[in-house]
């Protein structure tokens, strides 16, 4: 089935974006649509162009093989007004360093993100892991079994970053 410019399948996965209302994988949109997954792709990417064009209230964020429909930047304020959320705190330049160490040398333990930092960092992984921007991602096998981390699709989504490959290089004679 061509995807092009065909409006009713265009309105259906923006139907079902919008329905979903967190990431949802480009695989699982095209079963719903009874369509293989490059044609999905596609059907997003035109998708995309469309809300572009529009510059409506919506935007479409990629993040790797999910997509999702997102407030555009500019209406956040008055969707926070409306529905009347708390403004998120910015981060603070200790849980930037984490996020980065984090982002860089995935999965981490916490002891190495320590050691990178030479400070203590329990209290910022697990406000970095509440705001869904960290995630456990397991134990190693070692002695006390440590967890390890990595970073989220939230974390994409906010660094406005559809993968990891996006992140810029390490400055020579700065990586550890």
């Not at 480009?26 to 998708?47: F, K, N, S, V, Y």
């Not at 997509?67 to 998120?88: F, M, Y």
């Not at 993100?113 to 456990?136: A, M, P």
Request: net charge negative; charged share 25%; hydrophobic share 40%.
């Amino acid at each position: 089935m061509m995807t092009t410019n065909n409006p009713t399948m265009l309105g259906a996965a923006e139907a079902i974006l919008f329905a979903a209302g967190e990431p949802l994988e480009l695989e699982r949109l095209g079963a719903a649509l009874e369509i293989d997954p490059e044609h999905a792709r596609e059907l997003i990417d035109e998708l995309a162009a469309l809300i572009d064009r529009r510059d409506g209230g919506v935007v479409l964020v990629r993040m790797g093989d999910k997509a999702q429909l997102c407030t555009r930047p500019q209406h956040g304020d008055a969707v926070r007004t409306a529905l009347e959320l708390k403004h998120n705190q910015p981060l603070s330049s200790a849980a930037f360093e984490v996020l980065a160490v984090v982002a860089y040398h995935q999965p981490v333990t916490k002891s190495y993100i320590e050691q990178v930092r030479g400070v203590d960092c329990h209290h910022i992984i697990s406000s970095l892991c509440r705001k869904r921007l960290l995630e456990e991602r397991g134990r190693l096998d070692l002695p006390g079994r440590p967890l390890i981390y990595g970073t989220t699709d939230e974390f994409l989504k906010c660094f406005c970053m559809e993968s990891l490959d996006e992140l810029p290089p390490i400055p020579e004679g700065t990586e550890s």
